[in-house]
């Protein structure tokens, strides 16, 4: 059994940073892959970042050059700095985590990005 807890998340102004954070607890003998979802009430999920354990990045597109993904993975944890926030990418961030062939999914944290 795997547990994900995510913090970091807040009020921000358009324009402001965050760091978020994720910490895995459980049994795990080594991780597929980390990452971010973004979900907007009455939207669908949608990615925001992953890295792999080898280290692999990838992002969406609207986040790219913004958004810096990064892993300890001694620590089970995953990271996701976000600079220069924008007011539409206010939103719920879940954190998840790819292990052998099951994904797992932390409880989310709110980030509200004011205009």
């Known amino acids: 059994q795997v547990q994900l807890v995510e913090s970091g998340g807040g009020l921000v102004q358009a324009g402001g940073s965050l760091r978020l954070s994720c910490q895995a607890s459980g049994t795990i003998f080594g991780i597929n892959a980390m990452g971010w979802y973004r979900q907007v009430p009455g939207n669908e999920r949608e990615l925001v970042a992953t890295?792999?354990?080898?280290?692999?990045?990838t992002y969406v597109d609207s986040v790219k050059g913004r958004f810096t993904i990064s892993s300890d993975y001694a620590r089970n944890t995953v990271y996701l700095q976000m600079n220069s926030l924008k007011a539409e990418e206010t939103a719920v961030y879940f954190c998840?985590?790819?292990?052998?062939?099951?994904?797992?999914w932390g409880k989310g944290t709110l980030v509200t990005v004011s205009s």
């Open positions: 998840y985590l790819r292990y052998r062939s099951v994904e797992y």
């Open positions: 890295v792999t354990g080898g280290g692999l990045e």
